[in-house]
């Protein structure tokens, strides 16, 4: 009986279809248990905050206490990018925690990219991971503005390391190509669940089909079925991301954000090629309303964007993933900017909620007196931030100090979200400004006064 997580995404489907996950749910909890740290989410966060914690200190007890099954969230759905990228720019970095803490933040980022390919190595978790940096195209004279203001703010802080291309990419209507080197290809759901059982093997135990309704210091509260069960916990971690929009003890504290992939089926090696997208690379353009792709290891396009709208109450529903009016937009999108890609077949289509923060700004938040400590506000930056917070937990749950934990992330907390109906109409309007930005400089051939007001909402 093939898993009805087989659909969540090309990525876990992948999985199933050449025989290495059947995705079927762990164990659900059937007992009141004592631990030392229990972590609420299966996805990178708590994967990655389990994984540290354990090679630190072996002996300690960890539950992963999971909803669905491990990566059935934004890990198992994303765009495979483990990048450098932080949902603030370093100058808004700067602007609130001064210049060096912005440099050390950066530093940390472009660091952490290295330390998810060295772990998956060591570990034997065959991800696919390959490091080409990001192909970024600026395809107008607005676009060609930002990309020069990139690559200025890179030499501003002598961190990153981006520079021109000096050949022509495949991208339609490219005028100049900016490289961002911090950046590796790899498929999500091979990381997520192959680092699932690492975990395990290291002695941590993954509950599945385990709801957490509610927390308190040093006690959690599931509910499997009608059954509620206890765990208690000097530490709790709290990872959900997104799906904490749904807990009354953070549902103002993130927002969920949907974000919609398509995979193409393969293409011949002479078209990627002909394009100049090589394995390892991922790709991006300056428009406002995001878009992200890669090749993957077996040549197709995985490409996603922006574009769903924000749901009254931060409802997160299984038919919010699939918006055919999105993924129209996805393929006719692919097309302009590749044309040899125009007639390829569209394979899977999916989507997800990310989770966005009030300031835009991810952190890791530690009350020593509760013994909580939460982590996430990626923005859909999440595949290497993930890796940095778990490490970062590990270091704050065992009270090491580090340069992890003096980060100007840690110890921030983003203001909360309005109540409706100002989230709802705040988050559609601010979509909505992001698609009149791109009409806007399509007409004008200048950077939008419209982008320009949003900036500071979106962690520019």
Known sequence: MES??????????SLVAADTDTLAPRPALDGDIDVDVAIIGGGLTGLWSAYYLLKQQPRLTVAVLEREIAGFGASGRNGGWCSALFPASTSA??????????????QAMIDTIDEVGRVAAA??????????GTLLFARSKPQLTRAEAELAESAEYGVDRHRWLDRQTGATGTLATLLDPSCARLHPGKLVRGLARVVESLGATIYERTEVTEWKPG????????????????????ATEGYGATLAQTRRRILPLYSLMIATEPLPDHVWDELGIEHGHTFADFRHLLIYGQRTADNRFAFGGRG????????????YDRVPRVFEHLRRTLGELFPQARDAAITHGWGGPLGVPRDWHAGVDHDRTSGVIWAGGYVGDGLSTTNLAGRTVAHLATNTESELTTLPW???????WEPEPLRFIGANLGLLAMSIAD????VTRRPSLAARLMAPLVGG
Not at 410 to 416: E, I, K, L, M, Y
């Open 219 to 238: 006690l959690v509260t599931t509910r499997a079925g009608r059954e509620v069960r206890t765990v208690r916990a000097g530490t709790i971690v709290v």
């Open 308 to 319: 769903a709208r924000y749901h009254w109450g931060s409802a997160i529903r299984g038919e």
């Open 439 to 442: 009409a806007e400089e399509r």
């Open 93 to 106: 970095l700067e602007r609130r925690h001064g210049r060096a803490d912005a440099i050390a933040m950066r």
């Open 123 to 132: 570990e034997g978790i065959d991800c696919d991971f390959a490091k080409r």
């Open 410 to 416: 840690v110890g921030h907390r983003s203001p909360q």
């Open 4 to 13: 009805s997580y087989r659909g969540v995404s090309f990525w876990l489907d």
